[in-house]
């Protein structure tokens, strides 16, 4: 079946711009994921939602980024005013419940570059 | 402080050597433990976990780990490292989903 697809691939922005980031979760899947992964680092985690509810987004790196899953499937992550250290892929995993012990299901990232 | 260490940068091996990919980690109690694989422009790829149970797993593509409670590590190892298993290998820990944490990852160069 599909695994987790996002888009757009690739996103160029120049600095002061706002972008919005989408996942397209494995049908069915409860929670859903968005991580941050700066060149040469592994993810960071930014939010976290169950169902439309997002119930952490302590990793969000400032009020610039916001996080939606409105109809508890399809999220999009949004950065205003990009700057340059945003820059990075941005990773989505969902996972089939909302707690215990799942293997999340990560989708190839979007590379965000701003300018 | 919760973190992941992952003490080699950059390795390379010959095809058919044998590999050992280090992890070591600080939480304050038994954490779920992951390996991932990561080739260059997709997403991370489950080779393995440990919740509990045996402190050996096996995982797919031949890989295993072995955890190891005394020394807060998960060290991941292939007996013969084929071409194709050159990529980036993160080990990730977390007792829950919203406190993963993953190492900084290791590059894996297979020599032919």
């Known amino acids: 079946g599909a695994g987790v697809s996002q888009s757009p691939r690739y996103k160029v922005a120049k600095r002061g711009q706002d972008v919005a980031l989408r996942c397209d979760p494995i049908?069915?899947?409860?929670?859903l994921f968005w991580y941050q992964q700066a060149l040469g680092q592994g993810p960071e985690f930014l939010t976290y939602?169950?169902?439309?509810?997002?119930?952490?987004k302590s990793g969000l790196p400032s009020d610039r980024f916001f996080a939606e899953r409105p109809e508890g499937s399809v999220s999009t992550l949004k950065i205003q005013r990009t700057q340059q250290e945003d820059s990075a892929v941005y990773l989505c995993?969902?996972?089939?419940?909302?707690?215990?012990?799942?293997?999340?299901?990560f989708g190839p990232g979007t590379r965000l570059t701003v300018t | 402080a919760q973190s992941v260490t992952q003490p080699d940068i950059h390795i390379t091996v010959s095809e058919g050597a044998s590999l050992e990919l280090r992890c070591n980690y600080s939480?304050?109690?038994?954490?779920?433990l992951f390996w991932y694989v990561q080739s260059p422009g997709q997403g991370l790829q489950l080779l393995l976990k440990y919740f509990s149970g045996d402190t050996l797993v096996q995982g797919i593509k031949g890989f295993e780990a072995e955890f190891k409670r005394s020394q807060s590590s998960f060290n991941l190892r292939k007996p013969s490292v084929h071409w194709s298993d050159a990529a980036e290998y993160f080990c990730a820990v977390g007792a829950q989903w919203n406190d993963m944490r993953f190492g900084a990852g290791t590059r894996l160069t297979v020599k032919p």
């Open positions: 939480y304050g109690a038994t954490p779920y």
């Open positions: 049908s069915g899947h409860v929670s």
């Open positions: 995993a969902s996972i089939p419940g909302d707690s215990g012990a799942y293997e999340q299901y």
């Open positions: 939602f169950q169902n439309e509810a997002q119930l952490d």
